[in-house]
């Protein structure tokens, strides 16, 4: 309505069409950021681990090293996107690299997993992906670790700072784990 060129029949019309326009556009531009809010999420330290331990299952042995890691990597931030310099690029929260463990555009790589999947929200493809590398190549895969987290003195308290003994995974109605 806005964008065709109709002629008001009356200047009432007229001014109900300006009115609908005005009002039209903020609308679009709010919806256009509620959507990207969906889509994107940074973590608090005690968020990410209490999500990770109870509705992901981590070992509560590892998880300080694990949340080193991500706030290393991406800043606990889950649309993190890092350019390398040898035209590969890393994604999400865990900062996975597209140059091995997914593929722009489409799904690929070892983690047969699209590379801008681990940009979103949704963490378990980040997860699932993170933890295959780890088995495999373990956390010195991650600079970020490497260099900042390899010393366990490094390692954030998260016993004493996010209370992790309280912490326990999520269990269903069935009795297996969630996530």
């Known amino acids: 309505m806005c964008l065709k060129a109709r002629h008001p029949k009356t200047k009432r019309d007229l001014m109900n069409m300006k009115t609908f326009c005005l009002w039209i556009v903020p609308v679009l531009i709010l919806l256009q950021l509620g959507i990207e809010q969906v889509e994107s999420k940074k973590y608090q330290r005690?968020?990410?681990?209490r999500v990770l331990v109870e509705n992901y299952n981590f070992d509560k042995t590892?998880?300080?090293?694990?949340?080193?890691?991500?706030?290393?990597?991406?800043?606990?931030?889950?649309?993190?996107?890092?350019?390398?310099?040898?035209?590969?690029?890393?994604?999400g929260l865990f900062q996975i690299n597209s140059k091995d463990y997914c593929s722009e555009g489409r799904k690929g790589g070892q983690?047969?997993?699209?590379?801008?999947?681990?940009?979103?929200?949704?963490?378990?493809?980040?997860?699932?992906?993170?933890?295959?590398?780890?088995?495999?190549?373990?956390?010195?895969?991650?600079?970020?670790?490497?260099?900042?987290?390899?010393?366990?003195?490094?390692?954030?308290?998260?016993?004493?700072?996010?209370?992790?003994?309280?912490?326990?995974?999520?269990?269903?109605?069935?009795?297996?784990?969630?996530?």
């Open 46 to 49: 005690c968020e990410l681990t």
């Open 111 to 179: 983690c047969n997993m699209k590379c801008e999947d681990f940009s979103n929200d949704d963490i378990s493809d980040d997860i699932a992906c993170a933890r295959m590398i780890q088995e495999r190549e373990g956390f010195k895969y991650w600079k970020g670790w490497d260099r900042f987290c390899r010393n366990p003195q490094n390692l954030p308290n998260l016993r004493v700072a996010c209370n992790l003994r309280s912490l326990s995974p999520v269990r269903s109605p069935r009795g297996f784990l969630t996530g």
């Open 62 to 91: 590892f998880i300080s090293n694990w949340i080193c890691l991500v706030e290393h990597e991406s800043y606990l931030d889950t649309t993190k996107v890092t350019k390398k310099g040898n035209e590969s690029k890393n994604y």
